[in-house]
Structure formats: C-alpha cells, structure tokens
T-cell receptor
C-alpha cells in the first residue's frame, strides 16, 4: 500500500504562475484534506472533502481551488501564485465514516519567488 | 486564542527522562489525535483518542473529556524521539481538524 501520495515534492514558481498539487490515496478513504504548514504556526486547513463530489473551504482558502476528481484523488490548484503561498503543503486522508486515524502525504515544498 | 493549545512549545530532555506534553482545547470534540513530525519529514499518526488512555510501546496518551485536556507521555526517552509532536482535534461541529502549533522535543544523549 502506498498510503497517501503527493506530487511534486518540491516546486519553485514565479509570482503569477499556476500549478496543481496532486494527491492520491489507496485506502478507500472518504475524507481528504489539504493543509499548509508555516514556521511558527500549526497546520492550517485550506480545503477539505468529506466525500467524493463534495468540497468545503477551510481556514485559509483564498488563492486556492480544489477538485475531488474521484474517491482516490484530491488536487489543489494555485491559479496565480503569490509569495505568501510559499509553504509546505500536506495532503491527508481518513476513513471519514467514523473518525479514524489520519494518514499524511510526505509534503510538497513550494517556493514562490 | 487558539482553540488547541500545546505546552510546552519547546522541550529539551536527557536520554532516559520521562516526558510529558500537554494539549488543551476549547471546543467540543469527537476525537483527539497525537501526531509526530521528524525534521524535514512527513507526519505520522501516533494515537487517536476519544476517551481514556492508549499505550504503544514507550508512548502513552491520555484524555480527560470533562477537563478538555490530553497528555502525551514518553517513557525512557531516546534521541530518536526528537521530533515535533502535534495535537489535533476533530470538532463535533463538523469534519474539520484543528491543530495545535506543536511541541519541539529534543532528547540529548
């Protein structure tokens, strides 16, 4: 089992460029999440998806869009990257049927110049 | 005020010491998670609790729902335990998780 797979692991963008972070899980989980982690701050929720076909805003959704393409995949898109979006991004999933153990991807380090 | 507060923020210990990290929260929860993050690494789930106490090896996690408080204990600490330990709660109001800022633990040999 691969668990939660995120790509890319590293990315450097120029201000205004767009990109998509991909996340896939092979555990048949219902709930998937995108977080960002910044120095001195806890993980902050960007968007989440409680089930296939649904998405909801988290704490810091501005500048991001998401797609829950199917049960396995949950992508995060930056349409016009800004330096404030420089961060480490984590995708996570859990069963969602009842509150379950969290599984995280390895993280994606994004730098916006 | 953060809904999930951890203490201490930083903790340095000598190998073999008993370590306690605390987590207090202000919202109603359905579950609480303890996570571990090694430097430059991913995040691993250690425990998920909704009541009582859980033990895994040298790690023990407890939760007091009435007091809205949880503790993570490490017995016979070792340098490989050096990591950031993060508390997170599932709020009963929805499926969202709220995270504490983490506790940086350093265990010296």
């Amino acid at each position: 089992n691969a668990g939660v797979t995120q790509t890319p692991k590293f990315q450097v963008l120029k201000t205004g460029q767009s990109m998509t972070l991909q996340c896939a899980q092979d555990m048949n989980h219902n709930s998937m999440y995108w977080y960002r982690q910044d120095p001195g701050m806890g993980l902050r929720l960007i968007y989440y998806s409680a089930s296939e076909g649904t998405t909801d805003k988290g704490e810091v959704p501005n500048g991001y869009n998401v797609s829950r393409l199917n049960k396995r995949e949950f992508s995060l898109r930056l349409e016009s990257a800004a330096p404030s979006q420089t961060s480490v991004y984590f995708c996570a999933s859990e069963t969602g049927v009842v509150t379950g153990e969290l599984f995280f991807g390895e993280g994606s380090r994004l730098t916006v110049l | 005020k953060n809904e999930v507060e951890q203490s201490p923020q930083n903790l340095t210990a000598q190998e073999g010491e008993f370590i306690t990290i605390n987590c207090s929260y202000s919202v109603g929860i359905s579950a609480l998670h303890w996570l571990q993050q090694h430097p430059g690494g991913g995040i691993v789930s250690l425990f998920m609790l909704s009541s009582g106490k859980k033990k895994h090896g040298r790690l023990i996690a407890t939760i007091n729902i009435q007091e809205k408080h949880s503790s993570l204990h490490i017995t016979a600490s070792h340098p490989r335990d050096s990591a950031v330990y993060i508390c997170a709660v599932n709020e009963t109001s929805g499926s969202r998780l709220t995270f504490g800022e983490g506790t940086q633990l350093t265990v010296n040999p």
